[in-house]
């Protein structure tokens, strides 16, 4: 049978036939991509406790398991994150200067988390907290606040 | 037969080659056959064969030894040189030190080889079967071999270094047999009441850090510049502990004027305060006293307020100089004396000497030597204030008589 | 029986020795291995100042990767907490494993370094040009393909190199505008460097690249044959001897799937000049390649033996390293990135944009650009720093050597906190614990 004479019906349903095919290997490249996101993490949750107020002393407390340091001053808290904005490295507090240095790059910050040297873009986010009903400091850390922050524990 | 139809192209170039790998290839099956442990369990079965103690010859393996840990998830291979560490092959009299079993001591009984292998205790790298590498003498390995030699760095001897590992564990203990220096470590520590600053264990004091897991903390993060010698966190507690105030800049930790072997005790137990865990069977039965009641400063109390400028100057430095952390005025004693009334009971001028230098003061009167004992025997550390600031103190304590 | 076994000998290997030409023109065609070449390679080919047979000893690198690797494989454990420990092992008591992991090791490095050098080449003799675009791009694909592998390989070890090297590498794909956080959220299986980054990174290593570098090597072989051999044996390229100046006769050639008629451009480049310049492939290529294979299998191995793989701390999350280098291949991105972030005002673009995602990217596109916007004559193609290619050489040599000056920096001359130190200077002593 010559193209030419194939009836219009023959042709529509090759053509329903070629894109179902089609159809069904993109649905499965699509489920092969959704694969690959995952839905659980295996990660601490973004928002955690850390310890009771009366624990940290006053000044700057490096918390090593959340990178991420716990500043006291009197009855005032707040939480400046200890991952360098550059690249990811865990910066160092460095109480003689009263500086946050990274040993990666070389980026430096001050007490507040501005940084003052080195290729950072960013200065250190803070990281809003709370109060849970038993006591202990909660850090939001999907949340940033301003350096203005401040959490009073009465 | 038949003969190649082609001039041979390459043939010298590829003769070489083909004896190249081969000769490779050998270098690689002589070194791989010829480690260091192999080396050194030859020597030892030539060694008592020329002692006659053929049938312990014999015994001498010829493979890679190890104690698997399982349970503490490691494993030691220091026995693939130290093959006789448990007298198992030859019990002969004066054997050089590499062959010799491990000292029967008192605890080794609680402490057996299959239970606890050989790092628990003296540190070390136990996956390596080399000796550079086992002892942890190797760039990235952070828990070297406790030895005689790196103990005399510190002017210790080999067993006082090894009680940092033996704390590791045995730490809720109050005193343990054996571990002298920490012992007596624990008992300053206890005395002089540290955790009326220091947090510890979920609680102390507020003054300063949390010491749970002192021996933890990353080495670059100490300041070392006033530190004398080696750069090493070891020399750094031990130089602090002997006074603070040279260590670190404008440290409010005061001066207990430590001697060296007291320095030291205590240097070995902030190194040992380590984060580790390790099955139940593991956990040491706890000797502990009955607890003692503590003096802690949980809450710091804002100090009452004043009336009138000057007053409330003293008031403001009272509070931001840390004050009072240790004392309060009208209250009651905390670390410190209560100080309502102090005004009343020295003159001016004993006070502004006092507050310059409280040591100075207390060396020179033997009657406030004694009365210190009253207070953990902790003597006022030196705040460095200025006059302005000690004035505006005096003012301040005036408003409150006793 | 003499004669039988010397006749089954003969059965068995008579195409690896042929006897005659004969016997050469057809093995090459009747053995699964030897159909791989033409018959006949010209003589030029052979010559080892052309090409320094660079791209074979790559080809022999990936050789040696894949047969250390899949050896290495039985005995690493892609787990976070026993995947140190098993190549503490491997190196220590895993017979020859020490041998395995630095023939690894030096093998990747060495394949990196051949792979560029096999890129400076084809560019500078213009081999690029012409029916050749496709295989430069091929090529391209190629190396970033065994950058790749390279850096998923390095974070197997996870100790302190391994986590803090991926932990920059993996914040720099962050940087890409728009779609930078997903991309690193795939890459790691999440928002942190665990579990899921490293069995993604090892099956990457594993499995998908090496398959993707086996294809499209696969591919860039043919379309070597395809474009008709190697440049330098273009009519175009050195003045023809006087055996091919014989009108082309029509005949057969061999193509991928069948016998192509006629004579076009690319047929008329694939045949053989003539028996006096060209050599059977059995056993002259052959021959030729086992030396290569030797000489590149004995420098790993001495290599090897002369020194060993590094493997630092655990991997510690919270401690950073100081310094933290990237390998030695990415330290001259490093270098840029430490130095591009521009300041404008209130605007602020990271260095890890513009040195670690827009620099390399102009560089790719333009060399991927770059056969297409040549001018220079055909005539070029095929020789050693001709006169009319000047410039364009010019350009590319500063920009490999200013590479090469990056990565030197970055090796010997930046200390902790990313100082610059003399490479005679001491670094300040860190301290230590004990």
């Not at chain 2, 020179?364 to 953990?376: R, V």
């Amino acid at each position: 049978m010559s193209p030419v004479a194939e009836p219009e019906r023959r042709r529509f349903l090759q053509w329903i036939g070629q894109w179902s095919v089609v159809a069904a290997i993109a649905t499965q490249f699509g489920g092969v991509v959704r694969a690959f996101v995952p839905r659980v993490l295996y990660e601490p949750s973004k928002k955690f406790k850390l310890g009771k107020p009366a624990q940290y002393p006053e000044g700057v407390t490096f918390v090593p398991t959340h990178k991420l340091f716990v500043v006291r001053e009197r009855n005032q808290f707040h939480v400046i994150s200890a991952v360098c904005t550059h690249l990811g490295c865990t910066v160092e507090w460095k109480g003689e200067g009263r500086q946050f240095d990274c040993p990666c790059h070389g980026s430096k910050f001050r007490a507040d988390g501005q940084r003052f040297a080195g290729p950072a873009p960013r200065p250190l986010p803070w990281y809003p907290l709370s109060m849970s009903g038993d006591g202990f400091l909660v850090v939001d850390s999907a949340k940033t606040v301003p350096s203005t922050y401040r959490f009073a524990v009465v | 037969m038949h003969r190649s139809f082609a001039p041979n192209r390459d043939f010298w170039p590829l003769l070489v080659a083909s004896i190249a790998s081969l000769i490779a290839v050998l270098v690689v099956a002589y070194r791989e056959y010829t480690p260091e442990w192999h080396r050194q369990q030859e020597a030892f079965r030539r060694y008592l064969r020329t002692r006659g103690a053929f049938a312990a010859a014999a015994a001498v393996p010829d493979n890679v030894e190890q104690i698997w840990l399982p349970a503490l998830d490691r494993v030691d291979r220091c026995i693939s040189c130290h093959v006789n560490y448990d007298g198992s092959i030859s019990t002969l009299p004066d054997l050089p030190p590499l062959y010799r079993p491990h000292p029967d001591l008192p605890y080794m009984a609680k402490h057996p080889f299959p239970t606890f292998g050989c790092t628990s205790c003296h540190g070390g790298q136990g996956y390596a079967t080399d000796e550079a590498g086992a002892h942890g003498l190797v760039k990235h390995w952070d828990d070297p071999l406790l030895t005689t030699a790196l103990a005399a760095q510190y002017g210790l001897a080999r067993a006082q270094l090894m009680e940092i590992k033996c704390n590791t564990c045995h730490r809720p203990d109050d005193t343990t047999p054996g571990m002298d220096l920490i012992n007596m470590g624990k008992e300053i520590f206890a005395k002089k009441r540290c955790v009326s600053c220091h947090g510890l264990e979920g609680g102390g004091g507020l003054g300063s850090s949390d010491l749970t897991y002192d021996g933890d903390n990353n080495p670059e993060l100490l300041p070392f510049s006033a530190v004398e010698g080696e750069k090493t966190a070891l020399n750094w507690q031990i130089q602090h502990f002997e006074s603070p105030q040279k260590i670190v800049e404008r440290s409010g930790m005061p001066n207990y004027r430590l001697n060296e072997e007291q320095a030291k005790a205590l240097s070995l137990l902030m190194l040992s305060w380590r984060r580790i865990s390790f099955p139940p069977q593991y956990v040491p039965a706890a000797r502990k006293r009955p607890p003692a009641i503590q003096p802690v400063v949980r809450e710091v109390p804002a100090p009452p307020p004043a009336t009138g400028a000057p007053a409330e100057q003293g008031r403001y430095v009272f509070e931001n100089r840390g004050c009072n952390t240790c004392h309060r005025v009208g209250g009651g004693p905390l670390i410190g004396p209560d100080l309502a009334g102090v005004t009343q009971r020295r003159d001016e001028r004993w006070l502004a000497t006092w507050l310059k230098d409280p040591a100075a003061v207390v060396a020179k009167d033997e009657k406030l030597q004694t009365w210190t004992h009253e207070f953990g025997d902790i003597i006022m550390p030196d705040q460095n204030l200025n006059d302005e600031e000690i004035k505006a103190l005096i003012a301040y304590m005036r408003q409150f008589p006793g | 029986m003499r004669t039988r076994l010397t006749r089954l000998w003969r059965w068995l290997t008579w195409t690896w020795s042929p006897a005659s030409e004969r016997e050469a023109s057809t093995a090459i065609v009747e053995n699964l291995w030897l159909h791989w070449f033409p018959a006949k390679v010209d003589e030029e080919s052979f010559g080892w100042r052309y090409s320094f047979w660079l791209g074979a000893i790559s080809a022999f690198l990936f050789l040696i990767l894949t047969v250390t690797g899949i050896l290495l494989m039985f005995f690493y454990v892609p787990s976070t907490d026993k995947a140190y420990w098993s190549i503490k092992d491997i190196d220590c008591v895993v017979g020859f494993g020490w041998l395995l992991r630095n023939q690894h090791r030096w093998a990747a490095h060495l394949m990196v370094l051949v792979v560029f050098l096999h890129m400076l080449r084809v560019f500078f003799t213009g081999a690029y040009r012409a029916q050749r675009a496709v295989n430069w791009l091929v090529g391209l694909v190629l190396l970033l393909l065994t950058l790749l592998l390279s850096f998923t390989g390095y974070l197997l070890p996870w100790d302190q190199l391994a986590f803090w090297a991926v932990t920059v590498g993996t914040n720099i794909a962050k940087e890409v505008p728009v779609f930078g956080e997903s991309i690193r959220f795939v890459l790691l299986g999440g928002t942190e460097i665990g579990q899921s980054a490293l069995v993604r990174f090892y099956v990457l290593h594993v499995v998908v690249l090496p398959a993707a570098v086996l294809v499209l090597f696969a591919y860039h072989m043919w379309r070597v044959r395809r474009d008709g051999g190697l440049a330098v044996t273009d009519p175009a390229a050195a003045p023809l001897p006087v055996a091919s100046q014989t009108p082309p006769v029509e005949g057969k050639t061999y193509s991928l799937f069948g016998v192509t008629p006629g004579t076009s451009l690319e047929t008329r480049a694939a045949r053989p000049q003539g028996d006096g310049v060209a050599a059977a492939s059995s056993p002259h290529l052959l021959r030729r390649l086992i030396l290569v294979f030797l000489a590149v299998f004995t420098v790993t191995i001495i290599l090897s033996l002369i020194s060993g793989a590094p493997l630092e701390e655990a991997a510690n999350p919270s401690l950073t390293p100081n310094p933290a280098k990237a390998p030695w291949y990415f330290l001259w991105l490093q270098e840029l990135l430490a130095v591009t972030t521009i300041r404008y005002k209130q605007l602020t673009i990271s260095g890890g944009l513009v040195g670690g995602i827009l620099i390399p990217g102009v560089l790719l596109v333009a060399a991927a650009a770059w056969p297409f916007l040549d001018r220079t004559p055909l005539s070029t193609i095929g020789r050693w720093f001709p006169r009319e290619r000047r410039a364009q050489n010019a350009v590319f040599a500063l920009i490999a050597i200013a590479i090469a000056v990056l990565v030197l920096i970055g090796v010997l001359m930046r200390g902790p906190y990313w100082q610059l130190y003399w490479p005679w200077q001491a670094w300040p002593e860190l301290p230590r614990r004990l």
